[in-house]
C-alpha cells in the first residue's frame, strides 16, 4: 500500500511540475561569442559608456557595453516585455539605456533593468570575461 502511494505521489509531482513554464522568459539559447577587443565591431567599446550590437548570438543578437561600475556587461537583444515576439532591443543615443521599439519599453545599460514600463523585468544577461585582449560572453 506504501509503495503505491509513493508511486502515485511521485507521478503525480512529475506531471505538475512539467506543466509549469514560464511564458513571459526570454527563451534559453546557448551563447558563445568571442573577439579580440580590436575587432573593429568593437571600436566603440575602447571608452566607457560605448556599446555595440552583435548579430547572431543569444535570440536577438547581443548588446555589449562597458560600463563606468561593471567592466564590461552584456544581453540579449530579445526584450523581456513579450519575448515570445522576439522584438531586438535597440541601443539609444547616448547609450546609456536601449529601446525596445515593439512597446516603448526602456532597459538601463548599466544593469539590464527596466527603466520605462510596460517592461518590468530585467533583460538577460550573458556572462563576460575578458583575457589577453579577448572578449568572451557566455551563458
Do not use: H, W
Amino acid at each position: 500500500m506504501i509503495k503505491k502511494f509513493t508511486t502515485i505521489l511521485l507521478l503525480s509531482l512529475f506531471f505538475l511540475s512539467c506543466g509549469k513554464t514560464n511564458e513571459n522568459a526570454i527563451p534559453y539559447v546557448l551563447v558563445n561569442f568571442s573577439a579580440p577587443l580590436s575587432d573593429p565591431r568593437l571600436s566603440r567599446l575602447s571608452a566607457i559608456g560605448g556599446a555595440v550590437t552583435i548579430e547572431g548570438y543569444g535570440v536577438s543578437g547581443l548588446i555589449i557595453y562597458r560600463s563606468p561600475t561593471n567592466g564590461y556587461v552584456a544581453y540579449d537583444r530579445c526584450s523581456s516585455y513579450q519575448p515570445e515576439n522576439r522584438c531586438a532591443i535597440t541601443l539609444d543615443s547616448p547609450t546609456l539605456t536601449a529601446t525596445d521599439p515593439c512597446s516603448g519599453s526602456k532597459f538601463s545599460l548599466n544593469d539590464g533593468s527596466p527603466v520605462k514600463a510596460p517592461a518590468t523585468r530585467y533583460l538577460r544577461a550573458y556572462s563576460v570575461n575578458v583575457s589577453l585582449n579577448q572578449i568572451f560572453v557566455t551563458n
